[in-house]
């Protein structure tokens, strides 16, 4: 019988979540092994196609459960590569909000306040841009436009590219071919490498047991690289510490299956999982009204036609996001480019008869396709999704070769919930359809029910173990030693881009973290700068370096 591998850290997951503690501990001196279940792309591995088989499909994972589907990342450096790269911070009011518990659900210990150096550090390591007007894409500017026609305002957003690399391609969601993306496989991941840790694509974790000495066993399948359904072997390593990272639809799903053999999980393994409030709209734009009414201009003749260039979201609408509104009455309101596939299906046909994502009207605006406007809201909902028995292997039971699965996840949304989609709804068409610029119409919930890019909540860090999954320190409860640091870790929906949120809350974790490797016996210290060398964000941290015993 051979041995078995050992090491002091295995991380499950390399987005935001596993890439940031892979990063810090491999540099802190700890030996680190991440397990991804996803291939491994280089930049030049990004083909700019949709077909199955391209890296497209590769790096994508579609789950349909009962009520609302999640997209998710599929590929190393996880959700960081298929992400819109928005990076805005979360409002102040998001970490007093009480959700469906009735009381405030974050920590105590953390606020907008408390979590500022932390962004400071993940705003130096990735970096983050902040963009101006030039940068915007030409649905950004439109809808900036309308914005401003309607008496509203518009921001530009946060962004994590690099503008000067930037080729206004517009397949920036399915990775990027050029690295102007600043996805972790330009920062985090190299840096991690670069002190010794490795990385494993094509590993899909199972279950979790514990080992006699206190520390934990991990069984994984290996992936075939073409067909995600085919196992093509099998593995166990043990570590001292073990931190999940798979994402907020398959976090909850390895602790489940691993309840046989580790004993009850928390209540809130598999609990609680939000959406992040979101919803999407199409607005069909008449080029002639723009002209007119906004007295917009191209060189070309056209004023809009534009769906297909430039990038992710560019310009947001934030006047909604006031701490003095009451409860789910809160989003934002942001143009987004979402590539054709998802989209095309789930577009409804504005003011058509029901149903509108199929028939004649949806044709007749599929043939307008370079006229569309998508919309994307993030609102406040109720965290009611629920994770039922999990697959006998993976997240999901896998329906095609690549990208498509279902899910065991519940969702029924309240009233709560319906209520802030139809306060957002109604905004984005007083905007939109102001002085008849477009028609607009929410995409179809019938076909794969609600769809959140950015699942969150289903083991939530809190002070009470009745509503939460995790300590504050985002270690599981009753299971000391496995530490839950990506989407599934923050309390609930935010109401913007929750990937700087997620960033800092992993780093924020890290302290923690060293001390208990230092508790067993691992020499590893806390304090690296951030990949690129810079300190600055380190200086500001300084005085919580005392946590992991500096």
Not at 106 to 121: F, G, H, K
Not at 129 to 143: C, E, F, H, N, P
Not at 435 to 461: E, Q
């Amino acid at each position: 019988m051979s041995a078995i591998e050992k090491t002091d850290v295995v991380i499950v997951g390399s987005g935001f979540g596993g890439s940031i503690p892979a990063y810090h501990l491999a540099a802190g001196g700890a030996k680190v092994v991440v397990l991804e279940r996803g291939p491994w792309l280089a930049a030049e591995d990004f083909e700019h196609d949709y077909l199955l088989g391209s890296s497209y499909t590769r790096v994508f994972d579609f789950v349909a459960g009962e009520g609302m589907s999640v997209l998710g990342g599929n590929c190393v450096g996880g959700g960081s590569v298929v992400y819109f790269a928005a990076m805005p911070r979360a409002p102040k009011f998001v970490f007093d909000r009480h959700g469906s518990i009735g009381r405030r659900m974050w920590p105590a210990e953390i606020s907008r306040d408390s979590l500022e150096p932390w962004y400071d550090r993940v705003d130096e390591s990735i970096p983050v841009s902040k963009q101006d007007w030039t940068d915007v894409s030409y649905a950004g500017g439109l809808w900036a436009a309308a914005c401003n026609h309607s008496g509203r305002t518009a921001n530009p957003a946060p962004v994590a590219v690099d503008n000067d690399r930037c080729t206004n391609c517009n397949f920036q969601m399915a990775g990027c071919r050029f690295d102007a993306k600043r996805s972790m496989l330009t920062n985090y991941l190299p840096a991690a490498l670069a002190h010794g840790a490795q990385i494993r694509p094509l590993h899909e974790v199972e279950r979790l047991e514990r080992t006699e000495d206190g520390g934990y066993r991990v069984h994984f399948d290996l992936i075939d690289e073409e067909d995600y359904r085919i196992h093509t072997g099998s593995g166990v390593i043990e570590a001292k510490i073990v931190i999940i990272a798979a994402g907020a639809g398959a976090t909850p799903v390895i602790l489940q299956r691993s309840e046989a053999a580790l004993g009850t999980m928390p209540h809130g393994v598999g609990r609680y999982f939000s959406g992040n409030g979101e919803r999407l709209n199409t607005a069909i734009i008449d080029e002639d009204r723009v002209r007119e009414v906004l007295g917009l201009s191209r060189e070309d003749g056209a004023v809009y036609a534009a769906n297909h260039i430039g990038k992710g979201p560019t310009v947001a609408n934030w006047d909604k996001l006031d701490g003095s509104l009451p409860e789910y009455e809160r989003y934002s309101l942001e143009q987004l480019y979402f590539p054709p596939g998802l989209g095309t299906i789930l577009a409804q046909a504005p003011g058509g008869e029901e149903p509108r994502w199929f028939g004649a009207e949806k044709k007749q605006i599929l043939e307008k396709w370079s006229n569309w406007l998508t919309i994307f809201l993030m609102t406040e909902d109720d965290n009611e999704g629920v994770f039922g028995t999990p697959p006998p292997t993976g997240n999901a039971y896998r329906i095609s070769q690549q990208m498509l699965g279902r899910g065991p996840l519940r969702y029924e949304p309240t009233k709560n919930t319906l209520r802030g989609w139809a306060l957002a709804d109604a905004d984005c068409k007083a905007i939109i359809e102001k002085d008849g610029l477009a028609k607009v119409a929410p995409w179809t919930n019938d076909v794969v029910g609600a769809y959140t890019v950015h699942p969150l909540a289903s083991c939530r860090i809190g002070d009470d173990p009745a509503t939460s999954a995790l300590h504050p320190s985002h270690e599981l409860r009753d299971h000391a030693g496995i530490f839950v640091t990506d989407s599934a870790s923050v309390p609930g929906a935010l109401t913007v881009n929750p990937a700087m949120t997620i960033a800092a809350l992993a780093e924020r974790a890290v302290p923690g973290i060293v001390r208990a490797l230092q508790e067993r016996g691992v020499d590893v210290k806390y304090g690296a700068p951030a990949p690129d060398g810079s300190i600055t964000g380190r200086r500001a941290v300084s005085k919580l370096d005392l946590v992991a015993g500096n």
